[in-house]
């Protein structure tokens, strides 16, 4: 039977190398807030696992037999991963206990077939093992970079209202075309959600406007004329009115101001105007109204 | 094969769409359109739009073209209701609808139509006037000539 032998040893010399293993491991202990405590349970988790692993004769993480193991490996290699330990001090955590093993079984390497029975399996296990926490610090390390990436585009794309009917939306970063979606799709439901007319772009944090970011304002500019909304660009710097005029970029179209107040004094404006006019047609009502009034009166009065 | 309803509000035609509309619905609506027009020498249409998912190029064009042949007939056409998602992918496929008025709603579309009106007729006014005061101008001259 394969690896019994180390079985053996296991049973046998568990304290010892539970005690060697933890205390190899203490200088990370007291990191994100592991303690020496949780360390050792940990450990004392891992050897009983790996007792039943050798047990069943499993001998590749591949096998169903263990599964547990690797689940619990992929529970603390997450749970490192969270509290901002590096690659190394995660695999740290297998490699040392492999250290403490090996010399235990040094006589039994010097017998060509105990070697190969009971050293090679039990060593290739625990390398497999390492490169598993390995393998699964990269993918939880992918899983925060991804999230990261998210709350960015969030955060760096607020779309307020400042004033009845304006909208302000301060572009933070570099636009590439998928920041620039968030930007649209959130500033086309922020219209429709508060039916506002103006919408004030300020790309004052915007670092860079080349041709494609230019597009990518012309687009956004476009969608909310779609539904009826005008949009004011703040925030041109004199670099980016000189890069955007070398490009031959045409945004004769749109109007452009130099700061976010001036262009909220403009939108302001251009609110107001309609506001006027709305006031002016209800005046017109009313006197249309008070016309027919009097018209139906001196009628009445007439018959 | 179903008809879209047009439906006259005082001197405004409004045009609901109800469902997403298949090409040749589409054309039967701008014919119908048309006709109404002519019937009711009406100077807006609203086309409500806020239920249509999904606007490919074919619909985009129908809207379009049937503006322009509105204003012929001296009829301006908004566009309102366009959803967020249908304006990016109208964007995305580089029709921005330049030559159509659009607004958010209904409300604001018949706003928006007012104030185009108003516009065009002051315009129109102030034409006349300006023809009549070069006439006058004229007059003048050959008078003095």
Same mark, same amino acid.
């Given at each position: =039977?394969k690896?019994?032998?180390f079985?053996?040893i296991?049973r ?7 005690e060697n293993w933890?205390?190899r491991?203490?200088?990370l202990?007291?990191k994100g807030?592991v303690?020496s405590d949780?360390?050792?349970r940990q450990?004392?988790?891992?050897l009983?696992?790996?007792?039943n692993?050798?047990?069943? +004769?499993?001998?590749s993480p ?6 547990p ?7 603390v290699?997450?749970?490192r991963v969270m ?7 995660t695999a740290?955590?297998?490699?040392s ?6 010399? =235990?079984?040094?006589?039994?390497a010097?017998n ?10 039990l060593?290739l296990l *625990?390398?497999?093992m390492? $490169?598993?926490?390995?393998e699964?610090y990269l993918?939880n390390?992918e899983?925060?970079i991804?999230?990261?990436? $998210?709350?960015?585009t969030?955060?760096s794309?607020?779309v307020?209202k400042i004033?009845e009917?304006i909208?302000? *939306?301060p $572009?933070? +970063?570099?636009?590439d ?5 968030t930007? =649209?799709e959130k500033? *086309?439901?922020?219209i429709?959600?508060?039916?506002a007319t ?7 944090g915007?670092?860079?406007v080349?041709? $494609?970011?230019?597009?990518h304002i =012309?687009k ?6 779609l539904?009826?909304?005008e949009?004011?660009i703040? @925030?041109v710097s004199p670099a ?5 005029v070398?490009l @031959?970029?045409d945004?004769? @179209?749109i109007?452009t101001r ?5 262009g909220?004094?403009l939108a302001?404006?251009?609110t107001?105007q ?7 047609? +209800?005046v017109?009502l009313?006197e249309?109204g008070?016309?027919?009034a009097?018209?139906?009166?001196a ?5 | 094969?179903? #008809?879209?309803?047009?439906i006259?509000?005082g001197d405004t035609?409004?045009?609901s769409?109800?469902? %997403?509309?298949q %090409?040749?619905?589409?054309?039967t609506m701008q ?7 002519e019937q009711t020498s009406?100077r807006?249409?609203i086309i409500?739009i806020?239920?249509?998912d999904i ?10 073209d ?5 204003r012929?007939?001296n009829?301006v ?5 366009i959803?967020p998602?249908v304006?990016?992918?109208?964007v995305?496929?580089g029709?921005e609808l #330049?030559?159509i008025?659009?607004a958010?709603?209904v409300?604001?579309?018949?706003q928006?139509?007012?104030e185009?009106?108003a516009?065009? %007729?002051?315009?129109?006014a102030?034409g006349?006037e300006?023809r009549e005061?070069?006439?006058e101008?004229?007059?003048a001259?050959?008078?003095h000539?």
């Amino acid at each position: =039977m394969k690896g019994q032998k180390f079985l053996e040893i296991l049973r046998k010399r568990k304290d010892e190398i539970l005690e060697n293993w933890v205390k190899r491991q203490l200088p990370l202990a007291g990191k994100g807030g592991v303690t020496s405590d949780e360390l050792r349970r940990q450990c004392v988790e891992f050897l009983d696992l790996l007792e039943n692993v050798i047990q069943s +004769g499993a001998s590749s993480p591949d096998d169903p037999k263990t599964a547990p193991i690797v689940e619990f490996l992929k529970e603390v290699s997450r749970d490192r991963v969270m509290r901002g330990f590096s690659p190394t001090e995660t695999a740290v955590f297998i490699f040392s206990l492999k250290e403490i093993v090996l010399p =235990m079984l040094q006589p039994l390497a010097k017998n060509e077939e105990t070697f190969s029975s009971e050293v090679m399996p039990l060593s290739l296990l *625990l390398d497999q093992m390492g $490169l598993l926490t390995f393998e699964q610090y990269l993918n939880n390390r992918e899983e925060v970079i991804a999230r990261q990436q $998210l709350d960015m585009t969030e955060l760096s794309t607020p779309v307020v209202k400042i004033w009845e009917g304006i909208l302000a *939306l301060p $572009l933070i +970063g570099t636009l590439d075309s998928r920041r620039t979606m968030t930007v =649209m799709e959130k500033l *086309l439901q922020k219209i429709v959600d508060t039916t506002a007319t103006v919408a004030i772009l300020d790309i004052t944090g915007v670092p860079t406007v080349d041709t $494609l970011v230019a597009n990518h304002i =012309m687009k956004t500019v476009a969608a909310t004329r779609l539904l009826g909304a005008e949009v004011i660009i703040t @925030g041109v710097s004199p670099a980016i009115a000189q890069t955007i005029v070398h490009l @031959g970029v045409d945004l004769s @179209g749109i109007q452009t101001r130099a700061t976010m107040a001036e262009g909220l004094k403009l939108a302001l404006r251009m609110t107001k105007q309609q506001m006027t006019e709305e006031a002016r047609n +209800g005046v017109n009502l009313l006197e249309k109204g008070i016309a027919a009034a009097q018209t139906a009166q001196a009628r009445k009065g007439r018959s | 094969m179903e #008809k879209i309803p047009i439906i006259k509000v005082g001197d405004t035609l409004l045009v609901s769409i109800q469902t %997403d509309l298949q %090409d040749q619905v589409a054309m039967t609506m701008q014919t119908d359109l048309l006709g109404r027009i002519e019937q009711t020498s009406a100077r807006g249409v609203i086309i409500d739009i806020s239920v249509v998912d999904i606007v490919d190029s074919f619909l985009g064009r129908v809207l379009s073209d049937t503006a322009s042949m509105a204003r012929i007939m001296n009829a301006v056409v908004v566009v309102v209701g366009i959803q967020p998602s249908v304006a990016i992918t109208l964007v995305e496929l580089g029709l921005e609808l #330049k030559q159509i008025p659009t607004a958010l709603n209904v409300e604001r579309g018949l706003q928006l139509l007012r104030e185009r009106i108003a516009w065009e %007729d002051h315009a129109v006014a102030d034409g006349a006037e300006s023809r009549e005061l070069g006439r006058e101008e004229e007059r003048a001259r050959n008078g003095h000539g």
